[in-house]
């Protein structure tokens, strides 16, 4: 199984802290993809990184993918109390595999 | 329409009975995943429509989940004889070749 793993199951911080969550996963990926889920309800999709790429941003998202520890971490800076949600890593593995495998992800709260 | 939609958003329904749930998918998009999501936990992978190709049946629980994809384009994801097992969150989602995936807003299921 090339399923993604989340950690921390669980983080609480304060406002304008950063959050850094990591998904660790088993073989060779085709992209790494971060999601967010707020209410239990749809995924919305923030960030795919490709096994060629190392690092990518969007606004106060960062993403690092380390191929060689099988592992990547999704940083976000200065927080906000709209940033608390549950947060997923889904695998894409190599070519030819196009169903992603989902973590159980992390729970961030963000205190105002 | 702009993005995915699901219907009913929730259903409760009595054990034994069978039920239907419907996604239509963004115009185009070729891929189409259902998951099932219970309290707390990560997505777990139902069923994946690519194109005309024979649909990956891989993750259905048991023989009382079935879908379908008519046309390309609608699913329906139908559920006989209803457990209070089954009763979580129906996600579906669609995408174009292994990119990331647009979610529909779920459809909660109860079973009682």
């Known amino acids: 199984s090339q399923q993604g793993e989340e950690d921390p199951q669980a983080l609480s911080i304060q406002e304008g802290e950063n959050a850094t969550m990591n998904c660790s996963y088993k073989?060779?990926?085709?992209?790494l993809q971060w999601y967010r889920q707020n209410s239990g309800r749809g995924l919305v999709h923030l960030i795919l990184?490709?096994?060629?790429?190392r690092e990518k941003h969007s606004g106060r998202l960062r993403v690092t993918l380390d191929t060689s520890k099988k592992s990547s971490s999704l940083l976000i800076t200065a927080s906000r109390a709209a940033d608390t949600a549950s947060y997923f890593c889904?695998?894409?593995?190599?070519?030819?595999?196009?169903?992603?495998?989902f973590g159980r992800g992390t729970s961030l709260i963000v205190h105002p | 329409g702009a993005g995915v939609s699901q219907s009913p958003s929730n259903k409760v329904t009595e054990k034994g009975k069978d039920v239907e749930l419907r996604c239509d998918p963004i115009?185009?998009?070729?891929?189409l995943y259902w998951y099932r999501q219970s309290l707390g936990q990560g997505l777990e992978f139902l069923i994946y429509?690519?194109?005309?190709?024979?649909?990956?049946k891989s993750g259905l629980p048991s023989d009382r989940f079935s879908a379908e994809r008519t046309g390309g384009s609608v699913s329906t994801l139908t559920i006989q004889r209803t457990q209070q097992e089954d009763s979580a969150v129906y996600l579906c989602?669609?995408?174009?070749?292994?990119?990331?995936?647009?979610f529909g807003p779920g459809t909660r299921l109860t079973v009682l």
């Open positions: 889904a695998v894409f593995g190599e070519r030819g595999s196009y169903i992603p495998t």
């Open positions: 073989t060779s990926i085709n992209n």
């Open positions: 115009s185009g998009h070729t891929a």
């Open positions: 990184i490709r096994s060629n790429e």
């Open positions: 989602a669609s995408s174009l070749m292994a990119d990331w995936e647009y």
């Open positions: 429509f690519q194109g005309n190709s024979a649909p990956d």
